[in-house]
């Protein structure tokens, strides 16, 4: 007997342990489990909102504003391109050659190329920029740079189709007076102006000095003739002046008799609704013509 009873306790005490250690087992897979399960429903909760915050900043970089302030879609460059050539053929009139005088201390490169661009998409085949003192002049190729780096910011790979031709006095003198077929950049300077006008008329008085002409051949024709050949492009219909300087600061004197002069304040932070406010007033002008 004492044997058995031996024998029971030990498989009792067998029994108690085995049950212990499964319990503890049972109790660490548990915890576990519900450590992942807790895991899992907490990724659950935050996965919606992940995801919306992601198509969030997705939908901010997709319409994110463009240099004109314009939200910039899959297709904006597009919409803008048709907007801007749709509004050119809504206007009564467009200037062929426009001119930019900018009357102000400051000068702003990134919001002329805007400009020049804007020009180019309505349709507007030749822009002048002008300053009185020349500081565009001076940087033409730091201009240029900005020109043709808005031109594919605001109309997108279909911006290389606007191939700039962008004149400068070395090119001048080989170019013939004909409507280009490409946007012409002309950057202007007071030596285009009052200084032009001396050079050709001192032109002219070595030609009869020199006995090449005679001074009865001397006229306001020939002048004009030398004159124009010197710019090789045709007389601006229309000037956008920026400031409050009421002036043309001596802005082509020769070739503007018949230009109609629109002013606005600024150049600086200008949109393109003020550019085609301005297109809309030139096209609404009778211009009489003297009579």
Not at 64 to 87: F, I
Not at 144 to 151: K, Y
Not at 204 to 218: A, F, M, P, Q
Request: hydrophobic share 40%.
């Amino acid at each position: 007997m004492a044997l058995l009873y031996s024998f029971l306790w030990r498989l009792l005490l067998f029994v108690l342990h085995s049950n212990r250690a499964l319990v503890s087992w049972l109790r660490v897979l548990l915890r576990s489990c519900n450590g992942r399960l807790w895991e899992r429903a907490v990724a659950a909760l935050l996965l919606p909102m992940s995801l919306a915050g992601f198509q969030d900043q997705r939908r901010k970089y997709n319409h994110r504003p463009d240099a004109n302030g314009t939200p910039v879609t899959g297709d904006g460059a597009d919409s803008r391109r048709h907007r801007w050539l749709t509004d050119g053929k809504a206007l009564d009139k467009l200037p062929v050659h426009i001119g930019l005088l900018v009357a102000e201390e400051e000068h702003s490169y990134t919001d002329i190329g805007n400009m020049v661009v804007w020009c180019m998409a309505v349709g507007i085949s030749y822009v002048s920029i002008y300053d009185n003192h020349g500081i565009f002049r001076k940087n033409n190729s730091r201009l240029l740079e900005v020109i043709l780096r808005q031109q594919k910011d605001l109309l997108g790979v279909e911006g290389s189709k606007y191939n700039v031709e962008f004149l400068c006095d070395c090119a001048d003198e080989h170019q013939n007076h004909v409507l280009s077929c490409k946007p012409t950049v002309k950057v202007l300077s007071p030596e285009d102006g009052k200084q032009s006008i001396v050079n050709a008329a001192r032109q002219l008085c070595r030609s009869v000095e020199n006995k090449e002409r005679s001074s009865k051949d001397i006229s306001v024709s020939m002048l004009d003739t030398l004159l124009r050949e010197s710019k090789n492009i045709p007389d601006p219909e229309l000037v956008v002046k920026f400031g409050p300087v009421d002036s043309t600061l001596g802005f082509l004197p020769w070739h503007i008799r018949l230009t109609e002069f629109i002013s606005l304040p600024s150049h600086r932070n200008i949109s393109y609704e003020e550019l085609l406010g301005a297109l809309q007033r030139y096209g609404q002008c009778q211009q009489r013509l003297g009579q």
